[in-house]
């Protein structure tokens, strides 16, 4: 049974340019979760999909925005990147967007760096 | 929306039981205590959830008081492997905005 996977592992980018952060959620799960990771910090919640469309989201500017397909397996894209956009980003996977408390499942992480 | 406060770090030896306590003072009646650990340029992994009392599972326990303003995640017999960084989490559901990560709580096991 595949865990959360995450694609790519490193990503290099330059100031202003645009990336797309790939994930796909535990088998079973239909939840999805975004969450951007600085160094030394815990984790900040991005956006969360559900039913294809975006159901809670963060603090965080319009630049972030995310996708998620029939298959459940999701994208996060980032406009106009900032040298600030630097972090490890972290998707994760539960059985259910609400209600009963539940797991979530992550996967190992995208590092972006911003040049 | 319910803060939590962690120790910024603790360190310990191996065999040693080791106890990491969160205060959560604005927890609501319907929130949930939660903690992850995660090891470097790793994700989060769940480790443990309650509401109240105490829950114990195959990896560790955890303490919740009556008034349920702070709980304390108690590893038994840690190992070097246990070397990671510890969150505790309050909120509806162990996903979405309403639930926060912290700085979390460094732990350093030692030979």
């Known amino acids: 049974d595949a865990g959360v996977t995450q694609s790519p592992t490193h990503l290099i980018k330059t100031r202003g340019q645009q990336v797309t952060l790939r994930c796909s959620p535990k088998?079973?799960?239909?939840?999805v979760s975004w969450y951007q990771q600085a160094l030394g910090q815990g984790p900040q919640f991005i956006f969360q999909?559900?039913?294809?469309?975006?159901?809670q989201r963060g603090n965080f500017p319009d630049r972030f925005s995310g996708h998620q397909f029939p298959n459940y397996s999701s994208e996060l894209n980032v406009n106009a990147l900032l040298l600030g956009d630097s972090a490890l980003y972290l998707c994760a996977s539960s059985p259910r967007p609400d209600g009963l408390p539940y797991e979530q499942y992550f996967g190992p992480g995208t590092r972006l760096t911003v040049t | 929306l319910a803060k939590t406060t962690q120790p910024i770090s603790m360190d310990s030896y191996e065999g040693q039981e080791v106890n990491i306590t969160c205060s959560h003072n604005?927890?609501?009646?319907?929130?949930?205590i939660t903690w992850y650990q995660q090891f470097p340029s790793q994700g989060p992994r769940f480790i443990i959830q309650?509401?109240?009392t105490k829950v114990t599972n195959e990896v560790a326990s955890l303490f919740i008081p009556a008034d349920r303003k702070s709980s304390t995640l108690s590893l038994p017999r840690v190992s070097l492997s246990d070397t990671a960084v510890y969150y505790c989490l309050v909120g509806p559901n162990t996903g979405g905005f309403k639930t926060i990560f912290g700085a979390g709580t460094r732990l350093f096991v030692k030979a």
């Open positions: 309650g509401y109240k």
């Open positions: 999909y559900y039913e294809e469309e975006e159901r």
């Open positions: 088998s079973g799960h239909d939840t």
């Open positions: 604005n927890i609501a009646t319907n929130d949930y």
